[in-house]
C-alpha cells in the first residue's frame, strides 16, 4: 500500500481520507475504529475549515476571558458536535482499509508489528495514534508537563449563574474554589441542545495537577455560584500533554497530537491538523513516485517547516515561563496577555508558522510588562526545564 495511517480519531481519520481523495492506496489502522469519540473539541470560528459542514457547528458563542477583569475577545467560538464529526469524517474513508489492531513497535521502515504478531507493510507510515504515540519508541527523560481538566455537563438553565446566554468563557482565572496553591480556571462553553460543559482546568503542571483536585475546586466553584449539580451530570476528564518533543521516529510520520500539533499554550490541536490533512496528503502524492523516502522527507516538511519549529520552540519557552510562575502572578500575566492588541493575542493563539507575528507579539508582552515579569521571561528562556512543579525551582 501507499500509506497506513496509524490511529483512528479525527487527525488520522482527516489524513487518511484525503490520501484516499487523491487516489493513493490507503489503509487506518486502529484498536477499535469503530468507537464513538469521546472528547469535547472546539475552535475559534474563523479557525473552521471551508468544507466542514455546518451541521458539524453544535454551538457558536462570543469568546470572553476573565484574569483579574473581564475582556471580550471579540471572537466567535464553534462547539463542534462530536458524533456528528465523526460521521462526516467516517464518510470520507470509503476508499480506505479500516483494520483493526494495536501497534507494538516497527521493525524497519514501512514496516509495522501488531500485537497478534502479524506485520504491515505500507511506503509511507503515519503516527496518528495522539498522545501514546506508538511508533515513537523512544521515551521521554522528562516528566512531561501536562493539561488536566475536569468538567461536567449542566443543563443551560442549571448553568446561568457562570455562562450568560450566547456566552463562551475561554478562562476564568478567579478563585471562586476558595483554595490556593497551583492556579486553574473554569472553562465553560455551550455544547448545543441545551446543554453546557463547566470544566476547571489546569493549563499546564509538571506533572498534571490530579483529577481528584480538579473535582474538588469544581464543585466547591459551582456550589459558590449557587448552581447544584444533579446526580445524573455526565463528567469528562482531560489528561494530555503539552510539551512532548517533534515525533522522533525517522521512519514515520508524526501527525496530529502525536506529531505534536498541540499548542503548549491552548492544549488545541484539531484545527491546525484539519488544516495540515490536505497538505500533507498532496505532498505525498507529489513524491511518492520519487521513492518512499522522498515521499516521508516532503511529508515532514510540511507538519514541520521550520518556521514552525521555531513558533513552537518560542511557545515552549512561554510554557516554561510559566510553569516556573507563583501561583498569584499567573492571573495577573493573563491580564497583561490578553490586554494585548487582537493581532497579537490572535497569532499567538493560532498562527503556526508566522515567526515574525509570533515574536512582534511577544515584544509587545515584553514591552507592557514591568521589571519582575520582565526578568522572568528573559530567565525563562535560557533555563533548563523545570523537573517537577512538586519540587523546589
Not at 521521554?140 to 488536566?148: F, G, L, M
Not at 512532548?244 to 499548542?263: C, E, K, N, S, W
Amino acid at each position: 500500500m501507499d500509506v497506513l495511517v496509524v490511529g483512528g480519531g479525527p487527525a488520522g481519520s482527516a489524513l487518511a481520507a484525503a490520501c484516499s481523495r487523491r487516489g493513493l492506496d490507503t489503509a487506518l489502522l486502529d484498536p477499535a475504529p469503530d468507537r464513538p469519540w469521546k472528547a469535547t473539541y472546539g475552535m475559534w470560528s474563523r479557525e473552521l475549515p471551508a468544507d466542514l459542514p455546518a451541521s458539524v457547528i453544535a454551538a457558536r458563542a462570543a469568546g470572553r476571558v476573565i484574569a483579574l477583569t473581564e475582556r471580550h475577545l471579540g471572537w466567535d467560538y464553534a462547539v463542534l458536535d462530536v458524533p456528528a464529526l465523526q460521521a462526516h469524517l467516517t464518510a470520507g474513508l470509503t476508499g480506505v482499509r479500516v483494520l483493526t489492531g494495536r501497534v507494538v513497535g516497527s521493525p524497519a521502515r514501512g514496516v509495522v508489528e501488531l500485537a497478534d504478531g502479524s506485520q504491515l507493510r505500507s511506503a509511507v507510515v503515519v503516527d496518528a495514534g495522539g498522545r501514546w504515540r506508538p511508533l515513537d519508541s523512544r521515551p521521554s527523560r522528562q516528566t512531561p508537563a501536562e493539561q488536566t481538566a475536569y468538567g461536567l455537563v449542566l443543563d443551560v438553565d442549571v448553568s446561568a449563574p457562570l455562562l450568560s446566554a450566547g456566552d463562551a468563557l475561554f478562562m476564568d482565572w478567579r478563585a471562586d474554589h476558595g483554595e490556593t496553591g497551583w492556579p486553574t480556571f473554569l472553562y465553560a462553553i455551550p455544547l448545543g441542545g441545551g446543554q453546557v460543559l463547566v470544566e476547571e482546568t489546569s493549563l499546564a503542571r509538571r506533572p498534571g495537577l490530579p483529577m481528584s483536585a480538579l473535582r474538588r475546586r469544581l464543585h466547591a466553584r459551582l456550589a459558590r455560584h449557587g448552581i447544584q449539580v444533579p446526580e445524573s451530570a455526565a463528567a469528562e476528564r482531560v489528561w494530555f500533554p503539552v510539551d512532548q518533543a517533534r515525533h522522533r521516529d525517522t521512519g514515520a510520520v508524526g501527525f496530529g497530537a502525536a506529531a505534536p500539533l498541540i499548542h503548549p499554550a491552548t492544549g488545541y490541536s484539531l484545527a491546525a491538523s484539519l488544516h495540515l490533512a490536505p497538505v500533507v496528503a498532496e505532498a505525498l502524492v507529489d513524491h511518492l513516485p520519487s521513492g518512499p523516502d522522498a515521499a516521508l522527507a516532503a511529508a515532514n516538511k510540511v507538519v514541520w517547516p521550520r518556521s514552525a519549529q521555531v513558533v513552537h520552540r518560542f511557545r515552549r519557552i512561554g510554557l516554561e515561563a510559566l510553569l516556573r510562575m507563583a501561583p498569584d502572578d499567573v492571573p495577573g500575566f493573563f491580564e497583561q496577555f490578553f490586554a494585548l492588541p487582537d493581532a497579537h493575542r490572535w497569532t499567538y493563539l493560532t498562527a503556526r508558522d508566522d515567526v515574525g507575528g509570533i515574536v512582534s507579539a511577544m515584544n509587545c508582552l515584553f514591552r507592557q510588562s514591568r521589571g519582575p515579569l520582565r526578568r522572568h521571561l528573559v530567565t525563562s528562556a535560557f533555563r533548563r526545564p523545570l523537573p517537577s512543579n512538586d519540587g523546589p525551582t
